[in-house]
């Protein structure tokens, strides 16, 4: 087994040599641009790890680690125009450094590649692969939809906005170590324990930014603290926040809700004081524990010796306790 920087390495490497067309320059200087910003690398190198418990021949899922980074990126291209962001990954976004117009376009064209990349697959797994490529990509559009809609919405519920991580986020996670255990040509039960592995470890996942948001060391999460509250994001804190509060304590937070702040760190102390006043920071902690405890259950079903889950194991550990 290799471990996981080994695995990043190799896929950065790949990554890397890929040639884009140098024409049209509008097209395909945005694509190499976002992919060269870096990132985590976290679903691509879940799909090698995931290929690696069953098959030292990693290179079988290539195609796909690859075709899940480049549509990865595709949605962050579309997301950050609707989203209105500035900044992605310490660079402009495509949109600013650009505009609009070009971000569409390229982000079209990443879709497309990310599928093309697909077509290097053995026709023995194509089509397993496909099938839960396309789920994935329609139920991630479901997903963002869901999420600009709750931006509209008064009343969300915490059913509602843990089904839209699950969309948004989760979903390609667990695709993405799902068909890894397919290209490593794994039994179908486990392929299906990995992505319900995956699924809960990416909720889990959204749930500790939600978290960190607001709780984080902002010299350890790199960015500061309390974006969300600022901008009213119905997040699962705020909305068990709502649910739970009453009297002066409801009043209070939907002042700070309604209020045009001068002072953008009063409104973000006053509304992380209500939530601890609620209890909210251990309700969140609770909540992702479960969720990382329903992920480790899926895994220990697998058929596959325990010292092939080590270091997907060890990686998840290390998800569970970041600060960043």
């Known amino acids: 087994m290799q471990s996981f920087k080994e695995i990043i390495a190799y896929f950065d490497k790949r990554l890397s040599e890929i040639?884009?067309?140098?024409?049209p320059e509008l097209l395909y200087e945005p694509i190499r641009y976002i992919l060269s910003a870096g990132g985590k690398r976290i679903r691509p190198s879940l799909t090698l790890m995931a290929c690696n418990m069953y098959s030292q021949n990693i290179e079988r899922a290539l195609p796909i680690a690859l075709a899940i980074e480049t549509f990865h990126n595709f949605t962050l291209l579309h997301d950050d125009i609707m989203d209105h962001a500035n900044m992605r990954r310490g660079r402009k976004?495509?949109?600013?450094?650009w505009n609009e117009?070009?971000?569409i376009l390229s982000g079209?064209?990443?879709?497309?590649?990310?599928?093309?990349?697909?077509?290097q697959l053995d026709n023995e797994i194509?089509?397993?692969?496909?099938?839960?490529?396309?789920?994935?990509?329609v139920e991630i559009c479901e997903g963002q939809q869901y999420d600009m809609d709750y931006e509209n919405m008064d009343n969300v519920s915490v059913e509602q906005y843990l089904k839209m991580i699950e969309l948004k986020t989760a979903v390609i996670i667990g695709a993405s170590l799902q068909t890894g255990a397919i290209a490593g040509k794994a039994h179908e039960k486990d392929s299906a324990l990995l992505y319900e592995f995956g699924r809960n470890i990416g909720i889990a996942f959204q749930l500790?930014?939600?978290?960190l948001d607001v709780y984080g060391d902002p010299k350890i999460f790199g960015k500061n603290i309390g974006g969300d509250i600022l901008s009213n994001k119905k997040t699962f804190l705020l909305i068990t926040a709502l649910n739970n509060a009453g009297g002066g304590l409801k009043q209070k937070l939907d002042f700070a809700l309604q209020n045009n702040?001068?002072?953008?760190q009063k409104k973000i102390q006053e509304v992380t004081a209500i939530y601890n006043k609620l209890g909210i920071p251990?309700?969140?902690e609770k909540l992702i524990s479960e969720y990382f405890t329903k992920a480790f259950d899926f895994i220990s079903q697998t058929n596959v010796y325990p010292e092939k889950t080590k270091e997907l194991l060890s990686f998840t550990k290390s998800l569970r306790e970041r600060s960043h």
């Open 108 to 119: 079209d064209a990443m879709s497309i590649i990310a599928y093309k990349y697909l077509e």
């Open 282 to 284: 251990e309700a969140s």
């Open 261 to 264: 702040y001068t002072d953008s």
């Open 19 to 23: 040639q884009y067309p140098e024409k």
């Open 208 to 211: 500790q930014d939600d978290f």
């Open 126 to 137: 194509l089509k397993p692969v496909l099938h839960i490529f396309n789920r994935t990509a």
């Open 93 to 97: 976004t495509v949109h600013v450094k």
């Open 101 to 103: 117009n070009v971000a």
